[in-house]
């Protein structure tokens, strides 16, 4: 569970990082979400979950490994 609430503050940091320092372009790219059919918003949504899967594997088999 630690590590669970440590991902998800990171994942706010960085959003509000991102927020913070291009505050034009995030508006940007949430206006273009807005005219993405949903179709396109789940595939999109596939492939971040299966790459932050992929990615905490690697990286939790690279700290483990002897």
Same mark, same amino acid.
């Given at each position: 569970?630690?590590?669970? +609430? @440590?991902?998800?503050?990171? *994942?706010l940091v960085?959003? &509000?990082?991102?927020y913070t320092?291009?505050?034009? #372009?995030?508006?940007?790219?949430?206006?273009?979400? +807005? @005219?993405?059919?949903?179709? *396109?918003?789940?595939?999109? &949504?596939?492939?971040?979950?299966?790459?932050?899967? #992929?990615?905490?594997?690697l990286v939790?088999?690279?700290? @483990?490994?002897?």
């Amino acid at each position: 569970m630690k590590d669970f +609430l @440590t991902a998800c503050s990171l *994942a706010l940091v960085i959003e &509000g990082v991102a927020y913070t320092l291009f505050p034009g #372009a995030m508006q940007r790219g949430l206006a273009a979400l +807005l @005219t993405m059919p949903p179709k *396109a918003l789940r595939l999109v &949504g596939l492939v971040a979950v299966t790459t932050g899967v #992929a990615g905490v594997w690697l990286v939790r088999a690279a700290v @483990t490994a002897p």
